[in-house]
């Protein structure tokens, strides 16, 4: 589909053409963006330490070493290699990604934190005619 397909969507979209007076923002954005970014911490710190469901619980409940030595053991089936690289590799996949996640919740964390402060400073700014507060 091109854009011309969609041309349409836009004037069903909320906000993209506001009348400055039918503008509403939240009350206290600022501390709830805070509040939030506090909430998705707290839940880093679990995936980050070594409780259940953290990178570290992943990487010793998906160790198939002990498996992937049985399958190498087998020398007369040549699929036991291939299935032993498959999962080293799957295994290597799945923890390398589980890091990115993180990464990118810290990201996240840090972007939503950043966005209450460049919120307050242009609610502030506006409401004293461009002044800084």
């Known amino acids: 589909m091109t854009f011309k397909d969609h ?3 836009a004037k069903n979209w909320p906000a993209l053409d506001p009348k ?5 923002h939240p009350e206290n954005l600022r501390k709830r963006l805070a509040a939030l970014a506090g909430l998705l911490e707290e839940r880093l710190q679990e995936l ?3 409780a259940e469901g953290s990178a570290f619980d992943l990487q010793a ?5 002990m498996l992937q030595a049985q399958l190498e053991s087998i020398e007369r089936w040549g699929g036991g290699q291939d299935l032993s690289g498959t999962l080293r590799a ?3 996949e799945l923890t390398t990604i589980y890091h990115q996640v993180n990464q990118r919740l810290r990201d996240t ?3 939503i934190g950043s966005a209450g ?3 307050h400073y242009a609610t502030d700014a ?3 005619d461009g002044r800084p507060v």
Not at 20 to 24: A, L, P, Q, S, W
Not at 61 to 65: E, F, G, R, W
């Open 7 to 9: 041309q349409h969507c």
């Open 20 to 24: 400055r007076d039918g503008v509403t």
């Open 48 to 50: 980050a330490g070594e």
């Open 61 to 65: 409940k998906a160790d198939l070493s």
């Open 90 to 92: 799957g295994h290597r």
């Open 109 to 111: 964390i840090a972007l």
């Open 117 to 119: 402060g460049v919120y």
């Open 126 to 128: 506006t409401l004293n």
